[in-house]
T-cell receptor, first 118, second 109 residues
């Protein structure tokens, strides 16, 4: 159990375009999902906390108009990188926290999406 | 402030035992997670400690001392596939995970 999927696994796009990344909890409901970004050889950086049915909570320094988050159901959250630029190239990882405790407050991670902006 | 301190890199031999130490300072404490992250992949959950003492899970065990702000992860019978980064991540009073840079573990034959 506790499987989280992400789509796409990798994407290459031109500067100025928008990219949508999907995060799904496959076998559990997740009121809360998290979006992280990780640059090479650096630690995970939390971008935002996504709550089903309400607005996401963004970390300081993360532009909410650039990184649009929608958590429309208990199993799906999406991150849209709008007007992507080369500096947005990174490894984007989502995680989901099970509503029913599997292990208290454990976050289960998706496989990540590697974004390259040309 | 919130801080996590663990070694940047460790090397061990296949079949041996290795202990990865982590000290933490957080605003409140609601448990601590260990995650394993292979290069180029997302983290995977290893263990969760909230009470003092030892938690064992197969070849991996973790020991927490809340009064000392200290936890270790012990890996036994090391295998080459254990080469990865190990992330010590405490949960603060807001139930937010605090991430450090992790310890890169290199296993040699």
């Amino acid at each position: 159990g506790a499987v989280v999927s992400q789509h796409p696994s990798w994407v290459i796009c031109k500067s100025g375009t928008s990219v949508k990344i999907e995060c799904r909890s496959l076998d559990f409901q997740a009121t809360t999902m998290f979006w992280y970004r990780q640059f090479p050889k650096q630690s995970l950086m939390l971008m935002a906390t996504s709550n089903e049915g309400s607005k996401a909570t963004y970390e300081q320094g993360v532009e909410k108009d650039k990184f649009l988050i929608n958590h429309a159901s208990l199993t799906l959250s999406t991150l849209t990188v709008t007007s992507a630029h080369p500096e947005d190239s990174s490894f984007y990882i989502c995680s989901a926290r099970a509503d029913v405790e599997l292990v208290t407050d454990t976050q289960y991670f998706g496989p990540g999406t590697r974004l390259t902006v040309l | 402030g919130q801080n996590i301190d663990q070694p940047t890199e460790m090397t061990a031999t296949e079949g041996a035992i290795v202990q990865i130490n982590c000290t933490y300072q957080t605003s409140g404490f609601n448990g601590l997670f260990w995650y394993q992250q292979h290069a180029g992949e997302a983290p995977t959950f290893l263990s969760y400690n909230v009470l003092d003492g030892l938690e064992e899970k197969g070849r991996f065990s973790s020991f927490l001392s809340r009064s000392k702000g200290y936890i270790y992860l012990l890996l036994k019978e090391l295998q080459m596939k254990d080469s990865a980064s190990y992330l010590c991540a405490p949960l603060d009073s807001n139930y937010q995970l605090i991430w450090g840079a992790g310890t890169k573990l290199i296993i040699k034959p």
